[in-house]
Antibody
Framework: EVQLVESRGGVVKPGGSLTLSCAAS????????MNWVRQVPGKGLEWVSS????????YYADSVKGRFTVSRDNAKNSLYLQMNSLRAEDTAIYYC??????????????????WGQGTTVTVSS | QSVLTQPSSASGTPGQRVTISCSGS????????VYWYRQFPGTAPRLLIY???QRPSGVPDRFSGSKSGTSASLAISGLRSEDEADYYC??????????FGGGTKLTVL
């Protein structure tokens, strides 16, 4: 079964740090680009970051650029999101999601066809 | 405020055909494929339409997508109560970002 499972989120103080992980199974993780998307409960979807299959191409939303770092370990079938200098407005449900089409070179947004269950990050003092 | 503009709400009665619009610009919808997602409360989104008008396996042909210039639309025919959900359009932007529309809450009356 194709599956993405995010690590547990948590409560972090403003200015603090947290790293999310996403474990992939049931597909050839190393050939797919991966993404992080977040959603404030009751609000819309916000793209956070994309990383190509070989980590060559990495993109961030302006709202997190310079504070968040996406990475992956293809040997461990895992995706990560290191979040630093957290702000109250980073409070959201964070989803990891797979780009639909396998691509071993380059990056091309092809739609996100597999999503994790989401993990909640709360930034509060 | 999202770069991609969707109506915040839409509604229809069972059996009706409803459309949800998504408006962008030349740097996003105008030059890139459009994707549509459906999300039920408390669950992760699901890909409904890719590459403007293609349906992933398992998506009924009641769902169709189209694109013209810098706008796109999702049409749902034969509306059912289980179609009540939030719908999001999405595309790539030439500024090297993925965009989502603000979402449309569909109510089946």
């Amino acid at each position: 079964e194709v599956q993405l499972v995010e690590s547990r989120g948590g409560v972090v103080k403003p200015g603090g740090s947290l790293t999310l992980s996403c474990a992939a199974s049931g597909f050839s993780f190393s050939t797919y680009a991966m993404n992080w998307v977040r959603q404030v409960p009751g609000k819309g979807l916000e793209w956070v970051s994309s990383i190509s299959s070989s980590s060559t191409y990495i993109y961030y939303a302006d709202s997190v650029k310079g504070r968040f770092t996406v990475s992956r370990d293809n040997a461990k079938n895992s995706l990560y999101l290191q979040m630093n200098s957290l702000r109250a407005e980073d409070t959201a449900i964070y989803y990891c999601a797979r780009d639909q089409f396998a691509m071993t070179a380059g990056y091309y947004y092809s739609g996100l066809d597999v999503w994790g269950q989401g993990t909640t990050v709360t930034v509060s003092s | 405020q999202s770069v991609l503009t969707q109506p915040s709400s839409a509604s229809g009665t069972p059996g009706q055909r409803v459309t949800i619009s998504c408006s962008g610009s030349t740097s996003n919808i105008g030059g890139n494929y459009v994707y549509w997602y459906r999300q039920f409360p408390g669950t992760a989104p699901r890909l409904l339409i890719y590459r403007n008008n293609q349906r992933p396996s398992g998506v009924p042909d009641r769902f169709s997508g189209s694109k013209s210039g810098t706008s796109a639309s999702l049409a749902i025919s034969g509306l059912r109560s289980e179609d009540e959900a939030d719908y999001y359009c999405s595309t790539w932007d030439d500024s090297l970002t993925v965009l989502f529309g603000g979402g449309t809450k569909l109510t089946v009356l």
